[in-house]
T-cell receptor, first 112, second 112 residues
Framework: EAQVTQNPRYLITVTGKKLTVTCSQN?????MSWYRQDPGLGLRQIYY???????DKGDVPEGYKVSRKEKRNFPLILESPSPNQTSLYFC???????????FGPGTRLTVT | GQQVMQIPQYQHVQEGEDFTTYCNSS?????IQWYKQRPGGHPVFLIQ?????EVKKQKRLTFQFGEAKKNSSLHITATQTTDVGTYFC????????????FGKGTSLLVTP
């Protein structure tokens, strides 16, 4: 089944404790992206990648890092999480040349 | 900067009533996509519009792309409870490859 998976689905952590949210897709998509969703603010892009080793900043990249060492994986790294990073995070992927994005199930992160 | 705005933010209708959400971009778009997110779910791609003045239908859903390619609308005829969710439009961000700017979405509530 074609899908985007994210882990973990839920995470409660404390300020300053490094964490990684994994994202994997099995559709051989070149393009992958991370979004955060907050009430009243919609979906805001954090980082995106157009292929292996090619990443770029989205609208709200501060406090986040990404890497794209393999085509199928695009982990999101929070080196020192803060409470303002409490949010619902979505990973998405698509074929290059198509804007039809496939979203993962989401990761709800709470930073206390 | 480039913005995609959606109105209304919320809409509450009785089952059987029609519903329309509007999307406006500050810049001309090469294309526009619409996504639906059910409560507790992730965004799911509905459709992409590319041509000026394009109209596409999916059962009770009608999508339009404005002549100037700066606005779009989604109209649902005779809403059903299964239409509940948040509808997002998204347009390509200028000079950013395949990055998308999402509108903040319109949340639709349908009561029986």
């Amino acid at each position: 089944e074609a899908q985007v998976t994210q882990n973990p689905r839920y995470l409660i952590t404390v300020t300053g404790k490094k964490l990684t949210v994994t994202c994997s897709q099995n559709m051989n998509h070149e393009y992958m992206s991370w979004y955060r969703q907050d009430p009243g603010l919609g979906l805001r892009q954090i980082y995106y990648s157009m292929n292996v080793e090619v990443t770029d900043k989205g609208d709200v990249p501060e406090g986040y890092k990404v890497s794209r060492k393999e085509k199928r994986n695009f982990p999101l790294i929070l080196e020192s999480p803060s409470p303002n990073q409490t949010s619902l995070y979505f990973c998405a992927s698509s074929l290059l040349g198509s804007y039809e994005q496939y979203f993962g199930p989401g990761t709800r992160l709470t930073v206390t | 900067g480039q913005q995609v705005m959606q109105i209304p933010q919320y809409q509450h209708v009785q089952e059987g009533e029609d519903f329309t959400t509007y999307c406006n971009s500050s810049t001309t778009l090469s294309n526009i996509q619409w996504y639906k997110q059910r409560p507790g779910g992730h965004p799911v791609f509905l459709i992409q519009l590319v041509k000026s003045g394009e109209v596409k239908k999916q059962k009770r859903l009608t999508f339009q792309f404005g002549e100037a390619k700066k606005n779009s609308s989604l109209h649902i005829t005779a809403t059903q409870t299964t239409d509940v969710g948040t509808y997002f439009c998204a347009g390509p961000r200028s000079n950013s490859g395949y990055a998308l700017n999402f509108g903040k979405g319109t949340s639709l509530l349908v009561t029986p």
